[in-house]
């Protein structure tokens, strides 16, 4: 390669725990000159002589200077996360032991590491395939437990098998019918073409499947912004303040007290949820600053994941909440309906509103009934389909590339179909193997793996 992860034949160092003062920090090493280049500061043992998957305990010396007391870990190659001789010094964490220790390193023989180097070695080296690689960049910018397991689920490469078994059944079809290219003048077929028919569907469901997970994915990844919209003195910035437990936005009695949107994120149960509350909304402002907040709370509530529309059960009547869910609904806004100070008369109000199934009644003031409606929310997001054993597609690339898998998959039922000769079958059947080899490495490029490692953290 002649990018910027050239000369592979050099030995990289590299911080692997994040920069600052700590109780520890871990020193990374991999390539053929590890033992030689660690050997030289380490002189209580010859770490040659030892076996993997060993710890050591010594003084590390740069020449005549005692850098540290260190713990030394060996991985000799290929049994370790690069496929190289990997070694992991951990020292005390000061930022000046670690910068003196990887100073002595590249005296020593080895060059500072590219972002996600490593990784970009271990899937190099058959370790990983690339989407198990660009899993491990999620799984360490993993903040909730959905998207850790996410992320895990896929470095455990389910989501490699759940292509595996498509591209191996295409590649062995496509190898018959070029087969029968061979045998043109015999008007001979290798290839089974109703079983190829029933394979092809199956690839389409299950695609279509990893396809439309991709939403569930980037709510995992990305999080739901959520709007919470309606009239002033609705109570929205009470009920943003107690869903964060905390008095972030300015309660008032005064109609218009909120101008401008405020942001802030809580996590229900692994997922993580944008709050959004808005200025609030009516016919005629006061002034040009709160016509400004009420066309910002508009757009937000266009751009938002969910809406939750809140009311005030004392001042909004059935009739008027019909209209503005009906308008909801025309827009294609998801949204629910959430009837807020319920306090001391719920009843009254549940039956006033009884030609409303989906409304939430909850009293922003008293905190009730507010774990009822993250449940609701919870559902939207379909927090369910979120376990050990799904297939979730949380990476934009892989799924670019899904729908081309789909489309070239559709070309193929197509021929299929009208029954095309089987050199242009073969064609739409190596487009298929190609965008699915793009998701896994077996197609790849040099601009591609830039792309992908860069983003990376150093050290991974």
Known sequence: MTNQFA?????????????????IGVIRLSGKKSFDIVGKLFASKDLKAQRSHTLHVGYLHNRNTLLDEVVVSLFKGPRSY????????????????????????????????????????AFLNGKLDLSQAEAVADLIASNTSASHKTALNNIRGKFSEAL???REELIKFSALIELELDFAQEDVEFADRSQL??????????????????????????????????KPNAGKSTLLNALLNEDRAIVSDIPGTTRDTIEEIINIDGILFRLIDTAGIR???????????I?????KMKQADIVLYLFDVNEMIPDELKTVELDLQDQK??????????????????????????????????????????????????KDKVSSENVIVTN??????????????????????NKISGDLLALDIRRCLQFLGEITGEITNEDQLDYIFSKFCIGK
């Open 283 to 293: 016919n005629h402002a006061q002034d040009i600053i709160e016509g400004f907040g």
């Open 333 to 382: 806004i998801n949204h629910l309906l959430v009837g807020n100070k319920t306090e001391g008369n719920e009843s009254i109000i549940r039956e006033n509103f009884s030609q409303f199934s989906g409304v939430i009644f909850i009293s922003a003031k008293n905190h009730l009934h507010l774990e009822v409606l993250k449940e609701r929310m919870l559902d939207i997001v379909l």
């Open 164 to 166: 595996k078994d498509l």
């Open 396 to 417: 934009a690339r892989h799924y670019h590339s899904l729908v081309q898998v789909n489309e070239a998959l559709n070309d193929v039922m197509n021929g299929l179909t």
């Open 197 to 230: 028919k029933s394979l092809v569907h199956q690839a389409m469901t299950k695609t279509q499947a990893l396809i439309e997970s991709f939403k569930l994915g980037n709510v995992i990844k990305n999080g739901v912004s959520v709007a919470i919209i309606g």
């Open 295 to 299: 066309e910002k709370s508009l757009q």
């Open 82 to 121: 690069t496929g190289e001789d990997v070694i992991e010094i951990s020292c005390h964490g000061s930022p000046y032991i670690h910068q003196q220790i990887i100073d002595a390193c590249i005296q020593a023989g080895a060059r500072l590491a590219k972002p996600g180097e490593f990784t970009l070695r």
């Open 7 to 23: 000369s592979w034949d050099e030995t990289i160092v590299a911080l692997a725990t994040p920069p600052g003062v700590g109780a």
